[in-house]
């Protein structure tokens, strides 16, 4: 005899991936509660908030924050004339173009060469 399923809800598109967190009961209450007070599933809510919260900090990381002071120092080193570099920006200089290939690198044509002929 035939059973009665209910029909399967079909994926949301871009929605492809799970998170899984353990909470205790007590923390899971607030959340309803809370989403409840938003109108939204418990899930929406979970993923509105955690989104904010993520983009919030990403922000947060992705600014620097002068004072006026330390914005004065600031443009005086950028408007400054280089100094001199040292010895040990000197050496560093030589072992990068010795041994890094790259678009900014104006002997990476010689290093290919010579790890080519290894």
Do not use: C
């Not at 991936?17 to 509660?33: C, H, N, Q, Y």
């Not at 620097?64 to 050496?91: D, H």
């Amino acid at each position: 005899m035939p059973t009665a399923t209910a029909p399967r809800k079909a994926k949301q598109a871009g929605k492809d991936t799970r998170v899984f967190a353990r909470i205790s009961s007590g923390d899971k209450r607030l959340i309803e509660k809370a989403a409840a007070l938003n109108g939204q599933s418990v899930g929406a809510f979970v993923i509105a908030q955690a989104r904010t919260a993520a983009s919030e900090l990403l922000k947060e990381h992705s600014v620097i924050r002068l004072n006026a002071e330390e914005s004065r120092r600031l443009v005086k080193a950028l408007l400054a004339p280089p100094r001199p570099p040292t010895a040990a920006m000197k050496r560093a200089w030589k072992r990068y173009r010795e041994t890094v290939i790259s678009d900014v690198n104006p002997d990476s044509e010689k290093v290919r060469r010579r790890l080519s002929s290894k």
